[in-house]
């Protein structure tokens, strides 16, 4: 099922047709999702770390998570969700005209790993655009960036890609990361679509904190030898200020998002948050007075996925058919940075 975008800003109070400060609504034609086949349940973990299968799930309420195999690498993720989103939207790759893949866990610093994507699928008229350090937040900037893309006449169809290859940059001896993250792609191919339903409002907003960091490989810190020694090049991540921020921005953003749109929580069907704990999801939806049910869960299967985990619960709410036409869906992420946002889409 489609689900249609059509924009708008500032207006508390919207029509059907009013399209606020977008020329023209758009709209998701078509969700995919991939995840790697290896599940690394909690009990590999506990084997080899300072922690049990009980403080995980307490802590997190991951059960188990996908990690990449040897070999494959994030654009061949990207390729697969990329694929299952083209499939079902009914274009090809020859149709798009941008192909956005936000990931920090990019196959190298350079070339673009959205041109190796758009290479391997094919786009042949299609640009690349990376967005390299929005991190868990990528998901939400990519689909309002292919929004406001779309505005432009000779742009038609726009394919954004969330994922990360966390597995990867996460630290073997790290209890504190280890445990909370997985693998995995999503992808949504964006297009215009007629007047009427979509993206009502949405909420942007970012704080600088090194809390969640990777803090060498870059400009200020090269890598050498010490840097590696010092397992530098793994993230790390403040837990204490991670729960803070979250559970403050993303009821905020919330509410802000649905406040431009003349609309309170309970009239929102179904919230796709980020995945990056069960407890911080569950924290938000209390915040907003909404019962738990209304958010969709992919964090117990597949761990925090970054800037994937948003797409995870909009294709599985997609294709289970649960999304019915007319009903309201807030997405929303916080990520590294901290940079968080909303959207608030009515489904056509």
Known sequence: MPMTVASTTESPALSHTDTGGLRVPVGIVGTGCHVPSRVVPNAELVATLDTTDAWIRSRTGIGERRWLEEGRTTSDMCVAAAREALERSGRSAADLDAVIVATFTYDQPLPSTALIVKEALGATRAFPLDLSQAACAGGVYGMLTAAHLLQNDRIHNVLVIGAECLSRVTDPEDRSTRVFFGDAAGAVVMSRTEPGFGLLSWDLDASLSYAVEIPAGGASRPTTEE?????????????RTVWTEATKRLPESILTALGRAGLRPGDV????????????VHEAMDALGVDRSRAGISVDRYGNTGAATVFTVLHQAMEAGRVAPGELVVVSAIGAGFIWGTLCLRAG
Request: charged share 15%.
């Open 227 to 239: 840097t590696v020694a010092a397992r530098g090049q793994f993230l790390k991540m403040d837990g």
């Open 269 to 280: 069907d179904h919230y796709m948050l980020h995945q990056a704990n069960l407890n911080i």
